[in-house]
């Protein structure tokens, strides 16, 4: 995994100011199929679509922002197995991709054969890349579509490389619904610098558009008892860039909450002053569209037998103002007791609206927003199937 050259960045063309927007779009993908939410930009009133792939596990749901009607659907379907589905007038019609994600047969005949179980990840290329997307899969593998989520082809830079697969594991390793290639990151500032995280098997950063990686793990703690040195211990649980500063990474860790200023290399762990009795363990993380200062986590419990409930029954989110130096409790509205679900890594986002709302879906199916940043939480629905994922839209 030597580095090559670096090639000369694709830059996204200058901003336009643009018009606010006259309606939002929630995405929310669940265990039993994917509903569509369209609201007003006031966020007061919200119409149910759905549902979509009824009785099929929806991983994740995305609309490409290049074009504002494009939608991806990562999906395991009983009849067709682990496929990618595509709409372009806002899911009134799906067509299955006519090569979905699919590990090629290794070069290395040491290596063993692996399936996709499904595909767990979505993200849109690079705003000067229309038509290109990534996706991660369960077992851990990356792929990549230049036709729109058409077709997709294997990088064998990191499903066929002989380092990458020792630290990916097995398929009894990783997560109890499997080991995940997640958080797919493209540097809105350079097409060729990607990032992604493996759970497990660590942080990973690429200049040269995946020809080549590097670990990111300097500073990164993993269980006790174990090497910190060895990557296939480090579990990250999501990752994320700052729009605000590009520079800037958060990471909520299976170890913690963290955060990397570049150019630097060793990881901070900023979750420290969570509060004792909480702590700062998790899987989401959110960060603010316009202030790298800001984020925002849903911890659950931590404790040894990882119940992965709200800790105490009694569901918060956390925001810090100061990069991590201080976390702030926010819980006006949701429930005070008896509350034991938690979110998972892809269920919590923020729009970017003036004054953004924060939104996020439980493992009992509720859809919450967070009004004023995640100040005052209201309902927007309950009894949906176990919630996977939650994206938001704003439409012209």
Not at 34 to 62: C, E, K, T, Y
Not at 82 to 89: E, G, H, L, V
Not at 336 to 350: D, G, I, L, Y
Request: net charge positive; with cysteine.
């Amino acid at each position: 995994m030597s580095p090559t050259a670096e090639r000369k960045p694709t830059r996204a063309a200058p901003s336009r100011p643009r018009k606010p927007p006259q309606r939002l779009l929630l995405l929310v993908a669940t265990r039993k199929g994917a509903w569509l939410f369209h609201g007003d930009a006031r966020r007061q009133a919200w119409r149910a679509d759905g549902p979509h792939f009824l009785g099929h596990m929806i991983s994740h749901l995305q609309l490409d922002p290049r074009d504002g009607r494009t939608l991806l659907a990562a999906a395991k379907t009983g009849h067709l197995g682990p496929t990618i589905f595509r709409s372009t007038d806002f899911g009134r019609h799906w067509t299955e991709a006519q090569r979905p994600p699919a590990f090629a047969q290794p070069a290395d005949a040491s290596l063993p054969a692996r399936s996709v179980d499904h595909s767990f990840w979505l993200t849109p290329g690079h705003a000067g890349e229309r038509g290109s997307w990534w996706a991660g899969t369960s077992p851990q593998g990356l792929f990549r579509s230049a036709d729109g989520g058409a077709s997709w082809d294997p990088l064998a830079s990191v499903n066929d490389d002989p380092q990458f697969r020792a630290w990916m594991g097995t398929v009894q390793d990783g997560t109890p619904d499997g080991p995940k290639l997640h958080s797919i990151i493209v540097d809105p500032r350079d097409a060729q610098h990607l990032l992604f995280g493996m759970s497990g098997g660590g942080v990973h950063e690429s200049r040269d558009g995946g020809r080549s990686w590097t670990t990111l793990i300097r500073g990164m703690e993993v269980v006790e008892g174990f090497d910190a040195g060895n990557v296939s211990f480090h579990d990250p649980h999501c990752l994320r860039l700052c729009p605000s500063r590009p520079d800037r990474l958060y990471q909520q860790n299976h170890c913690g909450i963290y955060r990397l200023d570049r150019p630097g290399d060793t990881w901070q762990r900023i979750g420290r002053r969570m509060p004792r009795r909480v702590g700062d363990i998790g899987f989401p993380m959110v960060v603010h569209p316009r202030d790298a200062d800001t984020a925002w986590v849903f911890p659950m419990d931590g404790t040894t037998v990882w119940p992965r409930t709200s800790p105490q029954g009694r569901p918060a989110a956390y925001v810090t103002r100061d990069g991590g130096r201080r976390w702030r409790r926010l819980d006006q509205g949701l429930p005070a007791e008896q509350a034991w679900w938690t979110v998972k890594r892809q269920a919590m986002t923020v729009d970017t609206l003036r004054v953004p709302a924060l939104y996020l879906g439980t493992t009992s199916g509720e859809l919450w927003i967070g009004r004023d940043e995640g100040e005052r939480w209201s309902n927007i629905v309950r009894h949906l199937p176990e919630i996977y994922a939650v994206e938001v839209a704003a439409l012209d």
